[in-house]
């Protein structure tokens, strides 16, 4: 008995396996993930095409619930993962019969624990989910960018990344700061339904859509920090010293007396 498990907001090739880094949380699996009963993940880990010990059968691994299998394995199970999210589904798959043209088994959609809680992704984890259009590999680009407390670009996918009609799973782990997503269509018609996008911090969705021209922006927070405010800048006032005018005393003026020289006439003898 093959078993898979169908997450149509996935990508195709977004391979995903306990032991992972932040794996099952980092929302990371197949749009259509067979749950090998062996537990080894040989298909995400590109190890084999599959063999025997994938399947269910009486003899060998018979049973599948959201705690594991009846081989006691913890992975694979019937748990809800879209997102990152991780939740108990109630369902389990039990009492398989042996492998033959006929199988039988029981399946329980079971009412949920109450005390079951969905298992939230890190509160920094960044995540893209997007079904593209039919035009996709040639108009449609991002860009994931920090611009506080530094500037810097921490992941993007240009026009030609993506394929057409076709569903992608991008995750990022953020450090503190302020950052912008944006997504541009160089036709200018946004993405056309039923194409769409979602972003999300931490399981908590920050947009979703796809309705836009060239460009759909969002600005958000990790770790709680908050836009730089300018601080305001205070004048020393300055105070005048007063300018004193010092006193000018004016010399007096003496006037030097001047001697008029006497002129003595030459006495002129006239000639007879």
Partial sequence: LAIFHIDDSASYTAEGYPGQTGWPTNGQHYRVSLLQADGNYNLEKGNNRGDSTDLF?????????????????AYPNTKGYKGGVIKDTG??????????????????????????????????????LMLTDSYASIDTAWTLNQISPVQAQI?????????NSLSYNENYILAGGIYQFNLTDAYG???????????S?????LKNGGAFTFLDSTTFT????????SKPITSKPISAKPITAKPITAKPITAKPVTAK???AKPVTAKP
Avoid: E, H, Q
């Fill in 262 to 264: 006497p002129i003595t």
């Fill in 189 to 199: 018609d946004g993405l056309i339904s039923p194409a769409y996008y979602t972003i």
């Fill in 222 to 229: 990790v770790g709680g920090v908050t836009p730089a405010t």
């Fill in 201 to 205: 911090l931490g399981g908590v969705v």
């Fill in 57 to 73: 059968f009486g003899g060998g691994v018979s049973a599948i619930t959201s705690a594991g299998t009846s081989a006691g394995l």
């Fill in 91 to 128: 369902v389990s798959i039990t009492s398989i019969s042996p492998s033959s043209s006929t199988m039988t088994f029981n399946v329980n959609f079971g009412p949920l624990s109450p005390t079951a809680a969905p298992t939230m992704p890190p509160a920094n984890r960044f995540n893209l």
């Fill in 155 to 163: 992941a993007s996918k240009a026009i030609g990344a993506y394929g």
